[in-house]
């Protein structure tokens, strides 16, 4: 059996800890300590208990695991809930139906992001008024996101489930292309292309344009009778 390192897992805290940006002030105030015991932590002079470890990792989003240095079998299981953007919303620009106007045009959302302890939590949200229509979770790797939601009110006769699928290849500064599977008020498939980014950008023509299927998914529509969005094709 390893031996424990206190001085080590102080060391880790005080990393994640400053990597959520927090100061040892905020930290204690979340434990009702004070700041001196926060200090001590981070010397590995003493330990949090169970209870306060337990907080800890909430708050910083991280599993108990990660502050005793089990890294080995972690890293990957953890990443697949971790937030990959680095950042607490995407704009998400689609053709959509406009519950104000009837109608389908190019239209803009909101997915917010919050990263807890063991997963990241996501809502989808209208950029002009808030409405929060659906939350949920992310599963991911190095090269796709997928959002997984279900409507947001538990009271609602209208049962939805929508998946937002995120190509990240080519990285996460920049425009993403992704798709969009879900139903409608009918509750019929409705499955279209999306664009995601990290800025607020204004939603182009040439943007929509790209969005429309493209003349190898009509081909394949039209041999198999089944639609694959080629969200790779960038």
């Given at each position: ?30 434990l ?20 306060d470890?337990?907080i800890?990792?909430?708050e ?13 079998n972690r ?7 971790k937030?990959p ?10 053709n959509a139906?406009?519950?104000?106007t009837?109608?389908?045009a190019?239209?803009k959302y ?28 992310l ?25 937002l ?15 969009y ?10 499955l279209?292309?999306?664009y995601?980014s990290?800025?607020n ?9 790209q969005?429309?299927?493209?003349e190898?998914?009509?081909?394949t ?12 094709n960038i």
């Amino acid at each position: 059996m390893a031996e424990f390192d206190s001085k080590d897992f102080g060391e880790r805290l005080k990393n994640y800890r400053i990597q959520k940006g927090l100061s040892q002030e905020n930290m204690a105030t979340l434990l009702n300590k004070n700041r001196s015991t926060i200090a001590r932590y981070e010397t590995g002079e003493i330990l949090p208990d169970v209870r306060d470890i337990s907080i800890i990792c909430e708050e910083l989003g991280i599993y108990e695991a990660d502050l005793y240095g089990n890294d080995t079998n972690r890293t990957s299981q953890n990443n697949k809930s971790k937030n990959p953007f680095g950042a607490d919303k995407l704009y998400v620009y689609f053709n959509a139906y406009n519950f104000r106007t009837k109608k389908f045009a190019p239209d803009k959302y909101i997915l917010e992001l919050e990263q807890k302890q063991n997963i990241c939590k996501a809502k989808f949200v209208d950029y002009h008024d808030k409405r929060i229509y659906s939350e949920g979770y992310l599963i991911c790797n190095d090269e796709i996101v997928f959002a997984v939601m279900e409507n947001y009110k538990p009271t609602s006769t209208r049962v939805d489930v929508a998946v937002l699928e995120i190509n990240i290849c080519n990285g996460t500064d920049g425009l993403m292309l992704g798709g969009y599977f879900g139903t409608n008020a009918k509750c019929e498939p409705s499955l279209r292309k999306c664009y995601f980014s990290k800025k607020n950008v204004d939603f182009t023509d040439e943007m929509f344009e790209q969005l429309k299927l493209n003349e190898n998914e009509q081909e394949t529509l039209n041999k198999q009778n089944a639609l694959y969005l080629d969200i790779f094709n960038i």
